[in-house]
């Protein structure tokens, strides 16, 4: 499974901006994805998930400004980024867990650079 994520950029705080990220290769079923982030500061944190079922689950810093979301095939998970803060800067990484009838593996993206700007 590989993931491609895309999106990221530099937007001026108090905009929008979009993360996208598309699973493809010998895809069985994939359960839950997410979207983290990681500054030089902190490590890794979890952003936002959402399960098959399309129940989502988000980090306090970000609840009510972003939103989650998978299209219909669920290999492409979404996240809408409004009222961005200059510390919601950082790399942001989607992962997915795939599912096989003998394993759940997670897989990461590579990560596409958002900086919002004060």
């Known amino acids: 499974v590989q993931l491609q994520a895309s999106g990221g950029g530099l937007v001026q705080a108090g905009g929008p901006l979009r993360l996208s990220c598309a699973a493809s290769?010998?895809?069985?079923?994939?359960?839950?994805m997410g979207w983290y982030r990681q500054t030089p500061e902190k490590q890794r944190e979890l952003v936002a998930t959402i399960t098959s079922g399309g129940s989502a689950d988000y980090a306090g810093s970000v609840k009510g400004r972003f939103t989650i979301s998978r299209d219909n095939s669920k290999t492409t998970v979404y996240l809408q980024m409004n009222s961005l803060k200059p510390e919601d800067t950082g790399v942001y990484y989607c992962?997915?867990?795939?599912?096989?009838?003998?394993?759940?593996?997670?897989?990461w993206g590579q990560g596409t650079q958002v900086t919002v700007s004060s």
């Open positions: 992962k997915v867990r795939h599912f096989t009838y003998w394993s759940n593996t997670d897989y």
């Open positions: 290769g010998n895809i069985f079923r994939i359960n839950d």
